[in-house]
């Protein structure tokens, strides 16, 4: 089944575009598209006439050209017809906004089976029942919540397929704008009467050049796909990250009533799909933080070489214990060790120390260089600690609050990365004014972040993605 | 010992202001408090003369008035000299910033060990060495970290003790600002080689009528003094939160270089803490949560009594089925209970939803109004669960994203619960534009939360507050 129409037709048209609700999902959808997007959109209303100056037709068959995707807002029991519809007029692309299938029970399982039995035979690529469907930016945007109220991702190279709406523009979208992590496309995939996770795994790890990380969220795989979905993912060259909700026993109950899912065996496929290295959150958090990292790696230009993790070695490096103290308080948790350093290592980073600081530090892992720390001391450990191989990662923990860092911390760190090639994961508190410092970082493609645990967590990421790596060669 | 002096002076005195260093520590807190605080301030410096235009002081003998407290911020070797200097005048308190104590090895320990003789002989609370001292507005400030460096926290009711300077104005003060935690006074406790965390939660418990919340941060008790913290705590009438770094095996090794401390039988002491309901959050995150929740709490107009959540029985009620899912997911791990709900229950509920999200709309436990809920059913719903006798507490996770939710749904919600007392925790993503529904709940002091994990974490420190409160009441 061709999936491209879902996400770059050159036309696309609306039912469902009410006259009366300008509230109603198949008029925000229309009115967005026309005035936002770049794809040609029609909107059809029963008696034709227009909203907002714009010409309605009464029918598909009145429109100048047949659409490559037609959108579907109306009531379940009329929605059929429309996909008969597509059926008849060749329109390869479907996608169905409302609910009233599968998830309603008797009358509505019937419902979607016959949704099913039309899509399949005439090969028409039906997105949903009872979702928010697409957004595949600058072209269209078939969320029908307005777009003043939600907040737009930056572009970038995570694919988001969540069978949650709500999940997708919250978790998803609001907190990708807010650290920016950036998307190639969104997909709301609701019912999966016929598209579901696993064809979008395959049309987006195959054909879409844009996208180097998938991301889901899913409540349980279709039944009898989850087979294809694992051999896909464990092949794909894309970054598969599966975000689980209703795994825990309130939760599996949840699901059922949600999206009629059939959870049913997916502990033992979270088992397998940990065995292939197909990263699966436990929170929010971690979520966030792989995609970030992932997204930050997609760049052409890395300051290191991200695939060296395979023991998970790090040293910790800060100006103050206290947070020195917190992260390998963390590592264990997220299976990494801390190296113990030599007393040769350590009189070597002590000699290099100012002598304010020198005898206050403490050279142990963590290294604790005081508030008393100027740049050039973090920078010259950075540069120690770079030569020590069994290290395999740094994670330093900036804090600028001390009057001995400068502004200019950033940059000086950024270079020194860049230069020794040592993987560095930091941590700087997210504070307005000190954006000067992260973005010199961020500008290298060096992984920033805003607490402690995420710091720990993206290495953990980064572990995870050498291991990967290595499998995908052995292959 | 009274350590009122040391929070409450009328008069500072600061040894160590560098003249030819303005980023010397001495000079930041001489300066910052001379210029920004309202605590009568003096200037040391043996040479006399001025800096920014403000006489200094050769000796403290010259001084106009003897201080109620000196902060002194030289080196090691000639701190003791100002120590006894304080004996001999009668300065009551002292805050010693520099480090090259205990921390340091054996040469420091003697030095601490001298400094400890002095300070309980002549009935000195001295707070430190290694510190960063006290913020206590807005009277004094003797963070050596510049004003425009660091975010200061708004006032509130929260005392801060903390081991980590580095912890105090980042993890506490950085994110107390940006989440609106209010704080009475903040102490930084270093080496305590006098002043210890046991004498401060007397202080603050028994003194401070500015204080209703005591949140510390340790790497483990000072050694002998952890019966009198635990018998203290127990009977404190205000919350206390204990956040401990330093307990995995690795953090054992880090603190014992970074404040000297002698981490011992944490975890049988952590252990009996719990027992007594004595909070111990296991992340960062948690730490916030409750103490957000404390400081809401503490406002004497509360719209529901926070004190009934006994078993933890919870109603969870959503317009997107995803984040339902994922809320009860989480249930368990916060040792919370979603409760299942009747037909008739569901019935009641269903004839109150309005005709478009009726049907497609689901009634078990997390109820899932979908995206075709209006306010009124939001408001229908929690009005017949708060008839709900055993439903504890409700958790409503609002997502204003949907065209039908409007913004007046805040001031509604907050109205409804108010009248009804049911308690009710919220999630609302934090949004800039969503601020006007998110202040119309902040101003009833209803809990607003910004991700689903903070929200079910303040449900379940709900439940502990009903347990300590139990418990106290017992005694």
């Known amino acids: 089944m061709n999936l491209e129409n879902l996400f770059k037709p050159k036309t696309m048209a ?18 967005k598209n026309f005035f936002e997007m770049e794809v040609n959109v029609y909107g059809i209303h029963p008696d034709g006439g227009e909203i907002e100056g714009i010409k309605l037709y009464t029918k598909l068959e009145e429109l100048p050209e047949i659409p490559n995707l037609l959108v579907i807002a109306i009531s379940a029991e009329e929605t059929l017809g429309y996909v008969r519809n597509c059926a008849e007029l060749n329109i390869p692309a479907c996608i169905i906004i409302g609910g009233g299938f599968a998830e309603i029970g008797s009358e509505g399982i019937k ?100 996208t180097s990380n998938i991301a889901f969220y899913l409540e349980g795989f279709k039944s009898n796909r989850s087979k294809e979905f694992l051999r896909l993912a464990r092949e794909s060259e894309d970054n598969v990250i599966t975000y689980f909700g209703g795994l825990s026993e309130q939760g599996i109950k949840a699901t059922k009533s949600h999206t009629a899912s059939l959870s049913g065996n997916e502990k033992i496929i979270s088992a397998v799909l940990k065995q292939n290295l197909i990263f699966q959150p436990r929170s929010e958090l971690e979520l966030l933080t792989h995609l970030k990292l992932l997204d930050i790696l997609s760049h052409k230009r890395k300051p290191f070489d991200p695939n060296t993790i395979v023991n998970g070695q790090i040293a910790v490096l800060s100006i103050s214990g206290g947070h020195g103290v917190l992260c390998v308080d963390l590592l264990k948790k997220y299976n990494l060790f801390g190296v113990e350093f030599s007393e040769k290592e350590k009189n070597e980073m002590k000699k290099l120390v100012n002598p304010v600081a020198r005898n206050i530090a403490s050279y142990d892992n963590p290294i604790d260089l005081t508030g008393s720390a100027r740049d050039e001391d973090i920078e010259n450990i950075i540069h120690i600690l770079s030569k020590i191989e069994r290290i395999e990662c740094i ?78 060669k052995l292959k």
Do not use: W
Request: a positive charge.
């Open 14 to 31: 609306v039912v469902g575009v009410s006259k009366k609700n300008p509230l109603s999902p198949g008029r925000i959808i229309f009115i």
């Open 111 to 210: 419902r979607q089976e016959e949704l099913e039995r039309i899509a399949f035979e005439n090969e028409i690529a039906v997105l949903g029942p009872n979702c928010i469907g697409v957004y595949s930016p600058p072209l269209l945007d078939t969320i029908f919540m307005p777009t003043e109220r939600i907040t737009r991702p930056p572009k970038g190279t995570v694919a988001l397929i969540s069978q949650s709406g709500g999940v997708l523009v919250d978790q998803f979208f609001h907190k990708f704008n807010e650290i920016k992590i950036g998307v190639s496309t969104a997909v709301s995939i609701g019912n999966r009467a016929v598209v579901d996770e696993t064809m979008l795994l395959e049309y987006f790890s195959k054909y879409d050049k844009e």
């Open 395 to 472: 994670i330093l923990l900036i804090l600028p609050y001390t009057p001995s860092i400068s502004f200019q911390i950033g940059r000086r760190i950024a270079d020194r990365v860049s230069l020794d090639k040592k993987p560095l994961v930091c941590f700087i508190p997210y504070i307005q004014k000190y954006s000067l410092i992260i973005e010199s970082l961020e500008l290298s493609n060096i992984p920033v972040f805003h607490s402690i645990e995420e710091a720990v967590q993206a290495v953990h990421a980064l572990k995870i993605l050498t291991r990967r790596k290595k499998l995908i």
